[in-house]
């Protein structure tokens, strides 16, 4: 059961992460050259944070000019470095989001963590209306991804 499960989640990342990468090259070249699009950047805990942060810092600037980030509510380590990088970030600009699932968590309660997380990702997705969705950290970008791909799909988010 554990195994299907983590195949189901493995495929939905996977997925999910070729779906984001045909859109941003769709995106980045629709662009109109010195636009700036909204980039909203899902980040996990430690070593996902660092990765995510290192790959902004080799996009161009188009795509980091406008940027948001959601954070776990519980990842107490992540908003420090986002900082440090990113100093002159508007108030607003870092978004807390609830895990969909924390390490150790049974299964069965994580089914409500799940739509709770679910339904506050359709909620930020709604509010800030980005361009660009990049995601590094499954327990938290798995909601988010699965918001965006039904809004996108229902014509509620550009792209």
């Known amino acids: 059961m554990m195994y299907a499960i983590g195949l189901f989640f493995l495929t939905v990342f996977g997925a999910f992460f070729l779906f984001c990468i045909i859109m941003w090259i769709g995106l980045y070249l629709s662009q109109k050259k010195g636009d700036a699009m909204r980039t909203l950047v899902v980040l996990g805990s430690g070593g996902h944070t660092t990765e995510m942060l290192s790959m902004l810092s080799a996009l161009p600037p188009a795509l980091t000019a406008r940027l948001v980030f959601i954070i776990a509510a519980t990842d107490t ?56 969705l990049l995601c590094n950290g499954p327990g938290t970008c798995v909601p988010v991804a699965l918001a965006a791909i039904a809004l996108r799909s229902f014509g509620l988010l550009p792209g």
């Open 77 to 132: 380590m992540s908003e420090p470095k986002v900082r440090a990088q990113y100093p002159s970030l508007p108030p607003g600009a870092i978004r807390r989001t609830p895990r969909a699932r924390e390490v150790g968590q049974g299964q069965v309660s994580s089914v409500w963590s799940t739509l709770l997380a679910t339904a506050h990702a359709f909620y930020t997705l709604l509010d800030t209306n980005p361009s660009l």
